[in-house]
């Protein structure tokens, strides 16, 4: 989950002011099915700092309270930064379920994470172009769809052959899902 600093600082930020806290705790703890509704509010997490610390507190305890054995991977975080047209991983590699690799030498235009997600191993390839980043999904199981959510906005790209790319990302905080209730969370800051 997020470091202490990163909680204090949306915590600084004030309360939500669109009153979103009902839907946000009803969100993360599966109360709302509707796939439209969900996209709604993970949109509205995204871009509310106190809402995606109150988001990410719920799915803290939820997790604490399972046992060992059944610990879910719903909130996973890749943090990278754009520094001069190279991608720096800064958060994920401590991480149980997580690895990542810088796939060039020192400086790398790639990055590639590994995942264990609910529908299985899941990874996720960065690449810098000009106009932000490529991400490149490769999931373990023959899934039909993946959305990634963010900037305002849902894509929804379909998989073929367990693969999909997303073009040109621009920096900010993305949400990676399946079917909208698990999420990879990506945030991609620049210099």
Do not use: W
Not at 1 to 24: F, H, I, Y
Not at 112 to 138: C, I, P, R, Y
Request: with cysteine; glycine share 4%; hydrophobic share 35%.
């Amino acid at each position: 989950m997020g470091t202490m600093e990163n909680k204090k600082e949306r915590l600084n930020t004030g309360p939500c002011l669109k009153d979103m806290a009902e839907s946000v705790i009803a969100f993360a703890t599966g109360v709302i099915e509707d796939k439209d509704r969900r996209m709604d509010i993970l949109i509205h997490i995204l871009t509310c700092p106190s809402c995606y610390s109150l988001y990410e507190d719920i799915l803290e305890y939820e997790n604490e309270m399972q046992t060992e054995d059944v610990k879910s991977s719903i909130f996973e975080t890749i943090k990278v930064k754009i520094v001069e047209n190279f991608i720096v991983p800064l958060r994920g590699l401590e991480m149980e379920n997580f690895s990542a690799a810088v796939l060039d030498d020192n400086k790398s235009t790639t990055a590639e994470f590994k995942l264990n997600t609910s529908d299985g191993e899941m990874t996720a390839l960065l690449m810098v172009n000009e106009k932000g980043l490529d991400l490149e999904v490769t999931t373990e199981k023959e899934l039909e769809q993946i959305y990634l959510l963010g900037n305002n906005k849902c894509t929804k790209q379909y998989l073929h052959n367990k693969k999909t790319v997303f073009e040109s990302i621009t920096p900010g905080s993305y949400a990676l899902s399946t079917e909208l209730k698990n999420f990879i969370f990506l945030e991609i800051e620049s210099d």
